[in-house]
């Protein structure tokens, strides 16, 4: 029974590496367009965009529901990473009421600080 065994073990081992490993990879968070967020930022911004897309999703493929403009405030609501491998922010305009995804290098401050969970 124990030189069975010890002829088996080895095998298993073999077997068990020839098997490649299985590993998984966080899915890429992003916002598909349409996509909105909760307002989980309860700061009060100062915040500004220079004429920036404020898109319906995080990503330069959604449809643009607006501009927004360094004379307007913007509340911000949270972020996300898009495809593109850049943070995004889900804000509110407050002078036009419009919402959206604005990239965040294209914020006066750089965006919210609050993650979205996607």
């Known amino acids: 029974m124990k030189r069975r065994l010890a002829a088996i073990v080895p095998a298993v081992a073999m077997a068990a590496l020839a098997v ?3 590993t998984t990879t966080p899915a890429a968070a992003h916002a598909p367009c349409g996509k909105t ?3 989980k930022d309860g700061s009060a911004w100062g915040a500004w965009a220079n004429g920036a897309n404020t ?3 995080s990503g330069i493929g959604c449809i643009s529901n607006g501009i927004a403009y360094n004379t307007q405030r ?3 609501h949270c972020y996300t990473v898009g ?3 850049k943070t995004w922010t889900y804000l509110r305009n407050d002078s036009t009421g419009v919402t959206g ?3 965040d290098d294209l914020l ?6 609050v993650y979205c969970g996607f």
Do not use: M
């Open 74 to 76: 913007l509340d911000y």
């Open 20 to 22: 490649p490993l299985i």
């Open 101 to 103: 995804w604005i990239r």
């Open 108 to 113: 006066s401050n750089g965006g919210s600080l």
């Open 55 to 57: 898109r319906s999703g």
């Open 37 to 39: 967020a909760a307002d």
């Open 83 to 85: 495809n593109d491998g």
